[in-house]
């Protein structure tokens, strides 16, 4: 299992047009991963699910990626809140 802490730098944060991207990222790959924030799960392999945590800028996030290709998830993930997100 592998744990990554991110923090929303959009200024929109994880809106509808980012969380649709990362949805799309998250279901290329076949591991299991869940979005914490604030104590409550959310699926990233769904919008609603997404669009309901509310992810503001500055929100912190973690994602729990466990399966046998987590760590290829993970980078991707971690180029996703570190590059995308912003740019969306």
Same mark, same amino acid.
């Given at each position: ?6 923090? $929303?730098? %959009?200024?929109?944060?994880?809106? %509808? ?14 591991? !299991?991963?869940?979005? &914490? &924030?604030?104590? $409550? ?9 997404? $669009?309901?945590?509310? %992810?503001?800028?500055?929100? %912190? $996030? !973690?994602? *729990?990626?466990?399966? *046998?290709?987590?760590? !290829?998830?993970? *980078? ?6 570190? *590059? ?5």
């Amino acid at each position: 299992m592998i744990i990554r802490e991110y923090t $929303v730098l %959009a200024p929109e944060g994880l809106h %509808a047009r980012p969380a649709k991207e990362l949805t799309r990222l998250a279901k290329r790959f076949t591991s !299991s991963i869940v979005m &914490k &924030k604030d104590g $409550v799960n959310y699926d990233p392999r769904s919008l609603i699910g997404l $669009v309901t945590a509310q %992810a503001t800028y500055l929100s %912190a $996030v !973690s994602m *729990e990626i466990d399966g *046998e290709d987590e760590q !290829s998830l993970a *980078e991707a993930l971690d180029h996703f809140f570190a *590059e995308e997100v912003s740019r969306l």
